[in-house]
């Protein structure tokens, strides 16, 4: 099935044409277009591989076959409606942000090389949810993690876009090489890497086994480095520093995503090891909440939204962990829409405002302001968008507990996504110059999306998972879930928007939140002594201040921490209490887990240092000691050889005249 | 045509030699046209390998009153490493240092170089493969001590007395299996008969000692290292990427094809030993090479971490939980040594090529080169991104091999060993943020970008690498041939 | 009345002794040389005496004679070309000034 292969083959065609010809191509918007086009191109095939696939049938097309050990290796590409319908999505918005980029990389440097690290991103993802096997999805999550590197540090000359790509990559690194080992491991015990005789083997009972739960606990480890769960979130809030549609496409919308999807495609695994699930539940939830609570109390809009995105990520996890992998999948594709447009709606207005800051948000066009609107309203899970649809599947196929979190979660989210609203996208400003074409249609188009997307459950209906959408699904806790929303946005309003000093008052009253958030969530005992511990190891060890990797992400920590503390000047003007609760928890996040991953980076450097002395000093040193006194020895007995013959010759005849004498002498005896 | 490959390169340099000393560009064609036709008859052996499964062998004798033979053989095993070799071999020659009126040594030097390391590769009676590695070990020694760096006398001693250390270890082994050898040969297979017929008593233990400290020198593993920082610091780059890429290979190729064959009971005996080895050189050798400053050395303590990939195959290889797992144990070690060979030396040309420009290896010294040269950037990053086993690049496949080999009956190996990935991968980064990125200095603004003949020599690696860790089918099917040779599968 | 082997054999080892004095004292290279021809002229007069006495229709003896011989000749051919080496370079035969080996 050929066709299958173009999906993911005609953006890296376009990636390597805008590398090689990037000097010859006429202007910036040229690589973007192709680029643009070239995602086009793959979401039709998409598209049409989609609409194939719906009506039950599974595409594949094979690549080749490796024979390991006797073990036949067969990499190739499969369209379930799991795999097609991502694709259509990971290709739809891929096009989309492309071509809002046209418009945004305008003034940009190096908008060729964006575009093909783009276009090549593009096509690996592609092939991760198009992939029939793990080892292939290995190649091209690692693939995907190295593109987000090179684009998030795009703005290189930046010390904290440097630091940030190196820390998403070192992050995501450890979960990729937990990733690995699961694979490894499955691979081990069950002598295949496709998904289907693999799972179906699990599922049957034919492979078990600890290699088999090692596989399902090592996959988890891959999918909370990539979709930054805790432990493994630090990276992402700091990820913002590239461009906003690299925020966009690969930090919301899809990278992150994929582990979700993974976690999802393996869940036959899951059910053979339920622990796993468990603790992938319980991360997850706590991890939902934790960032939900974070965002609410973010100062820079992107990192309102990075830490939205991580929340949502929990609530698919949550999905997954309680038994509806499919929930999950279909909120995947929801979240895709309405968070990139929410990303799209906010590049507009930093790019008019020149900062990120919400308080210094001014000028903003209307359509960003509409499309921010929207993308929060579909967030928030207002019916009729589709984020309303999305968590109706979700709490509908989960037990009570995951039901409770959601509702829950919901006025949090709602409050976190209305704030930046009311403080920045409230009052937009009227643009009648002719703004460029590219950055409204991708806004319109995702809206659109978002709006529309709800309506189409038969395409989100994976073949091997009853369907969850359907108007039958709503229920009493839809409606909870919808009033909790509503909930969110009146404070949100009345704190923002109408100032009320009732409201005011009232959350002053709630800074127990905040003491709360400090103590009671049992992490932070728990953090604070392993990060004693670390801190304890540090001192022994001798601190070697190697690399600006520990000033880099110690500058980058800094930075982000110096954004959240202080009083700037509207919190003092409007006196709230209530967001200093939800500041310590996010200054916690950054002080503990980004603390103890620079300490533990500093840690490791100086044990590095220290093992370089020990080898020099322990055993090199002492060897060429060793070696000198040979040389010492040496040095003696050479002065034994004076240089005349005469007594090297004296010494020759007496040791002639020793042996002979002993042989006589001996003969005789023994005669 | 086995003796026409291993004797060629030594033969040329003999010819050139007898030649006068004026002709410096007609002395470097000989030599160049020499290697080239070496690796030429490799690449065609290792088709017909590919095409008939076949070893070819190659027998004639030579001592015939002690039972040692002049026996060469190519198999699954030595070919990829012998086909490594000559294509070093000809690339360096492309990358000398500067040798004024020694020319002539200088290449054959080099040459003779080449004909021992494709020696031991080949051979198969062990006193031949013992004459082959000392006769490689000889002209490095020199080529260190005479064309490289301020440090240069020291690190060629040290080198040399080491590796002599080691060697005599190794001959002493060999000598134990030779007298137990029933009738008393050097014979490869009559010596792995005798060595698996003799258990895994004490014999059999001080037999593996030998080798372990023979071959552990060259890998190097841990506490035998210290020779290999001062020796790819001091040596020029030629010399360091025939060492790094080629040399440590004897090593490996030792413990894989002998030490594996000869003693495996003993080998699994005190497995757990070498498994602690092997993971200690991984995460040491990534852990030091975080702390340096010199480039140079940073690559060298890297390679300390990609041989413990090797050893742990090759302990792997007796003692994984299936045959299925030994196997891929054997494949693994055996990529992984043409795969470190290939990106090694790739980085060690690229720092070398740093140096020229910079004039320094100082990490702080350096910075700023994405923008002015970035051909070099791009082509330094993809070798960082393979050495720290990024999948489309050869080293996943040998690393992946082994991970799989070693879950069953050694996870916690296999968890450290991963740990030395993650490692690896921040000491790359690093080190590369340092190098490109970082305030640029004077020096880097006049930097100038890769030359043709420099693209070529790196290309050339990159493409091997590539085409490996992309189409790895056709390599795994003729090393697993001999690996299923050597396991008795 | 015959000559008694043990005649020979004083002889010899007068010679020997003679020789090995010679060595170590003379100063002169070439004389050092020559000392070492009447060792070694010993050494043969020691073979013939035991053969012609001992064995004398094994011809072993003869041959190891002549076997001394040439390693004399070849050893006096090499020790004088040396020695005029080390006189062009040095402008000496003595041997205690020729001591560049010292340890």
């Not at chain 1, 918005?93 to 575009?115: C, G, N």
């Not at chain 1, 492979?207 to 891959?222: F, K, R, S, T």
């Not at chain 1, 609107?373 to 899970?381: F, H, P, T």
């Not at chain 3, 290279?29 to 043969?44: Q, R």
């Amino acid at each position: 099935m050929s066709a299958l292969w173009l999906v993911p083959l005609v953006p890296l065609l376009a990636a390597i044409v805008i590398a090689t010809l990037s000097g010859r191509v006429s202007s910036p918007s040229g690589a973007g277009f192709l680029a643009t086009g070239a995602a086009l191109v793959s979401s039709a095939m998409a598209a049409a591989v989609a609409l194939q696939g719906t009506a039950g049938s599974v595409l594949r097309a094979t690549l080749t076959t490796v024979s390991l050990a006797g073990h036949p290796l067969t990499l190739g590409l499969q369209a379930d409606s799991l795999s097609a319908t991502l694709a259509l999505l990971v290709a739809a918005i891929s096009a989309t942000i492309l071509a809002y980029s046209v418009w945004y990389m305008r003034d940009e440097p190096s908008p060729a090389r964006f575009f093909a690290v783009m276009s090549l991103f593009g096509a690996a993802m592609l092939t991760l949810v198009l992939a029939d096997n793990y080892i292939l999805l290995y190649v091209a999550w690692e693939i995907v993690g190295v593109c987000s590197y090179l684009l998030i540090g795009h703005h290189w000359r930046e010390r904290t876009a440097l630091s940030a790509a190196l820390k998403a990559l070192l992050v995501t690194r450890i979960g990729d090489v937990g990733l690995l080992l699961g694979i490894a491991c499955l691979f081990a015990a069950a002598g295949t890497v496709s998904y289907q005789p693999l799972l179906t083997s699990v599922s049957n009972g034919m492979i078990h086994g600890p290699l088999v739960a090692a596989g399902a606990w090592l996959i988890i480890a891959g999918a909370l480095g990539k979709s930054a769960q805790a432990p493994l979130h630090v990276w992402l809030p700091d990820a913002m520093a590239g461009p906003t549609p690299v925020s966009a496409l690969i930090h919301s919308a899809t990278m992150v995503a994929a582990g979700m999807y993974l976690v999802a495609r393996s869940y036959p695994l899951f059910v053979a090891a339920p622990a796993a699930l468990n603790a992938w539940f319980i991360v997850t939830a706590l991890t939902a909440c934790g960032a939900a609570v974070a965002a609410a109390a973010q100062r820079d809009v992107k990192r309102v939204l990075a830490y939205s995105t991580m929340s949502q990520l929990g609530e698919m996890g949550m999905a997954i962990g309680a038994g509806a992998p499919a929930a999950g999948m279909v909120h995947l594709v929801a979240h895709a829409t309405f968070k990139a447009l929410l990303f799209l709606s906010a590049g507009i207005a930093t790019k008019a405002s020149g900062t990120n800051e919400l308080t210094e948000l001014h000028d903003v066009p209307r359509i960003a302001s509409a499309g921010f609107l929207v993308g929060a309203l579909s967030l928030s899970g207002i019916p009729p968008f589709a984020g309303f649809w999305s968590k109706t599947a979700m709490t509908a196929g989960t037990s009570q507990f995951a039901g409770v979190v959601f509702l829950a979660l919901a006025p949090v989210s709602a409050f976190y996504i209305a704030r930046p609203f009311f403080i920045a996208f409230r009052r937009p400003i009227r643009q009648d110059d002719s703004e460029a074409l590219t950055r409204v249609v991708p806004v319109l188009v995702l809206a659109a999306a978002t709006a529309s997307v709800g309506f189409a459950p038969a395409l989100f209906i994976p073949a091997w998972s009853a369907p969850p959408t359907s108007l039958t699904a709503v229920d009493v806790r839809t409606w909870l879930d919808v009033a909790g929303a509503l909930i969110g946005w009146a404070v949100a309003f009345g704190l923002y928007e109408r100032r009320a000093p009732l409201l005011i008052a009232a959350a002053n009253r709630v800074t127990f939140v905040g003491t709360w958030a400090r103590s009671g969530f049992g992490v932070d005992a728990f953090a604070n002594a392993v990060a004693a511990l670390v801190r304890t190891f540090s001192a022994v060890t001798s601190r070697l201040d190697v690399a600006a990797f520990d000033r880099m992400i110690a500058t980058a920590a800094r930075a982000g921490s110096r954004r959240l503390s202080g009083t700037p000047a509207f919190d003092r003007a409007i006196g709230m209490e209530v967001l200093a609760g939800s500041r310590r928890l996010s200054r916690f996040d950054v002080d503990v887990f980004d603390r103890a991953a620079r300490r533990t980076a500093s840690f490791t450097l100086s044990m590095a240092g220290l093992i370089g002395r020990a080898d020099d000093q322990l055993l090199d040193q002492n060897i060429e000691r060793g070696a000198v006194g040979i040389g010492g020895v040496g040095a003696r007995v050479g002065a034994l050889q004076t240089g005349r013959v005469y007594h090297y010759l004296f010494a020759v005849f007496a040791w002639i005249a020793v042996v002979t004498l002993s042989v006589v002498v001996a003969v005789r005896v023994w005669r | 045509m086995l003796t026409v490959l291993t004797f060629l390169p030594f033969a040329a340099g003999g010819l050139i030699l007898l030649l006068p000393r004026r002709r410096d560009a007609s002395l470097r064609f000989i030599a160049i046209l020499a290697a080239a036709t070496t690796f030429v008859i490799g690449a065609l052996l290792m088709v017909q390998l590919a095409q008939t499964g076949t070893a070819v062998r190659q027998q004639a004798a030579w001592i015939p009153s002690i039972g040692a033979s002049y026996a060469l053989g190519f198999d699954g095993l030595s070919a990829p490493l012998v086909l490594l070799t000559t294509l070093l071999g000809l690339l360096v020659l492309f990358d000398l240092p500067a040798s004024g009126e020694d020319t002539k040594e200088l290449l054959f030097l080099f040459l003779t170089m080449e004909t021992g390391v494709l020696g031991v590769f080949l051979a198969s009676d062990l006193l031949l493969f013992y004459v082959f590695w000392e006769v490689a070990l000889v002209p490095l020694y020199f080529i260190i001590g005479i064309w490289g760096h301020e440090g240069r006398r020291e690190a060629a001693l040290k080198f040399f007395l080491y590796t002599r250390a080691g060697s005599l270890a190794l001959l002493l082994a060999i000598l134990a299996l030779y007298f137990r050898t029933e009738p008393r040969s050097f014979d490869l297979d009559a010596i792995t008969a005798a060595g698996r017929a003799s258990g895994s008593g004490t014999f059999a233990a001080l037999v593996l000692l030998g080798f372990a400290l023979g071959f552990g020198v060259k890998l190097p593993i841990v506490p035998l290292h210290s020779w290999l920082p001062d020796a790819h610091v001091e040596a020029p780059t030629a010399g360091s990427v025939m060492l790094a890429g080629v040399l440590l290979k004897m090593g490996g190729y030792g413990s894989v094809r002998i030490a594996v064959g000869a003693v495996p009971a003993a080998f699994q005996r005190f497995a757990g030993v070498f498994i602690a080895i092997a993971v200690i050189g991984i995460v040491y050798g990534a852990a030091v090479a975080m702390a340096q400053r010199d480039f140079k050395r940073l690559v060298a303590y890297t390679s300390i971490n990609h041989m413990g990939f090797v050893l742990l195959g090759a302990t792997l290889a007796v003692t994984g939980a299936t045959a299925a797992d030994r196997t891929l144990a054997v494949n693994g070690a055996i990529i992984q040594m043409v795969s470190h060979g290939l990106l090694t030396g790739g980085m060690f040309l690229l720092v070398g090529m740093l140096q020229e420009r910079m004039g320094t290896r100082d990490l702080m010294e350096l910075g700023g080169l994405w923008g002015r040269t970035p051909v070099f950037a791009g082509v330094l990053t993809a070798f960082a991104f393979a050495s720290f086993g990024l999948p489309v690049f050869s080293g996943f496949v040998g690393e992946f091999q082994v991970f799989v080999a070693a879950v069953a009956r050694w996870p916690w190996a296999a968890a450290a060993a991963a740990f030395g990935v993650i490692i690896s991968t921040a000491l790359y980064l690093r080190a590369l943020q340092q190098t490109l990125f970082n305030t640029p200095t004077a020096r880097s603004l006049t930097a100038t970008d890769l030359s043709v003949r420099e693209r070529g020599l790196v290309g050339v690696l990159l493409a091997a690498s590539v085409f490996i860790g992309v189409a790895p089918g056709l390599l795994i099917s003729i090393v697993e041939r001999g690996a299923r040779t050597l396991l008795g599968q | 009345m015959s000559v008694p082997l043990q005649a020979y054999l004083a002889v010899a080892a007068i010679l020997f002794g003679l020789g090995v004095y010679g060595v170590l004292s003379q100063r002169g290279a070439v004389m050092v040389l020559m000392s070492t021809e009447v060792i070694l002229n010993a050494a043969m007069l020691n073979t013939v005496a035991f053969w012609r006495y001992r064995n004398p229709a094994d011809f072993a003896g003869q041959i190891f004679a002549l076997v001394i011989l040439t390693i004399a000749a070849v050893e006096m051919a090499v020790g004088l070309a040396v020695i005029v080496l080390v006189y062009r370079n040095r402008s000496t035969q003595m041997v205690d000034r020729v001591a560049s080996l010292r340890g």
